[in-house]
């Protein structure tokens, strides 16, 4: 379907691995293009980031994982696909070449789709709010934090649990904020900030949890107006997580080192 190093054989790997230890297992990922195999299952969302309507479109495909021969019918995995064209179906996943510049709504988009995911998917029996939801890196990073600011408020998922997968520390999912200042104006440290209402929240009570600041000198101008503010993904998603582990006992202690962390 779709793959950017090795986070797709994990979590194609791990999900059957998982159905064939006797587990109800979903994936949940971009529909980066129209994929043969899944089909539209008739479910859509509405979710409302940065002040605009973002509808989703549920397909899925039932990948069958008991290779015996006399395979049990239920055991397999339910491949679950996002469709929204305008945040996904674009010449690179991440950007091209550089990053796009809406990638925190894109992504804060899938995260909130996956939370939503469980409860209408399949639309004939859908999994429900006894879940494990394990997300990975800085694309599903939000999801702890959704899951606990928007979700268990209103005591939905209230027995789920996040488990967190660090893949690549390379990668933490920096997003400025302001994301751009405005130099047109008296003073550029003025220009508006994002919020986590933004994303579609309804307030900014863990903005903290995710803040970061860049020392000056790894700030864009040296600290001359840049103050370095910045929401780094993987930071909250280690804090918001109801557990946090590493796609493998050595990468585990790597990054537990001065140079690898």
């Known amino acids: 379907y779709s793959k ?10 791990l999900s059957i691995a998982l159905s064939q ?12 293009r129209d994929y043969d195999g899944p089909v539209a299952t008739g479910v859509t969302k509405d979710f409302e980031l940065y002040g605009g309507n973002h509808p989703v479109h549920y397909t899925h495909q039932w990948v069958p994982t008991d290779l015996s021969e006399t395979p049990n019918p239920i055991m397999g995995v339910d491949r679950v696909f996002v469709q929204n064209a305008n945040a996904f179906e674009r010449a690179g996943m991440y950007g091209d070449p550089h990053e796009y510049f809406d990638n925190l709504c894109r992504f804060s988009l899938l995260c909130w ?11 004939d029996d859908p999994f429900g709010e006894e879940v494990i939801f394990i997300a990975n890196d800085w694309q599903t990073a939000l999801l702890p934090m959704i899951l606990a600011s928007h979700y268990r408020r209103w005591r939905v998922f209230e027995p789920a649990r996040c488990l967190f997968t660090i893949h690549n520390m390379g990668y933490p999912g920096n997003f400025p904020n302001p994301q751009m200042y405005n130099y047109d104006i008296e003073n550029p440290r003025d ?3 994002w919020s986590f209402m933004d994303l579609g929240l309804a307030d900014n009570l863990y903005y903290d949890v995710y803040k970061y600041i860049f020392p000056e000198e790894l700030r864009g101008d040296k600290g001359v107006v840049d103050e370095g503010e910045a ?9 918001m997580a109801d557990r946090v582990v590493t796609v493998s006992p050595t990468y585990r ?3 537990m080192t001065t140079q690898g962390g």
């Open 4 to 13: 950017s190093g090795g986070l797709a054989d994990v979590a194609a790997k």
């Open 21 to 32: 230890l006797g587990h109800r297992v979903m994936t949940v990922s971009p529909s980066y």
């Open 113 to 123: 789709a996956a939370v939503e995911a469980p409860l209408m998917l399949p639309p």
């Open 191 to 193: 220009t508006p900030k």
């Open 231 to 239: 929401c780094r993904l993987l930071k909250g998603a280690i804090l």
């Open 253 to 255: 202690e790597e990054i």
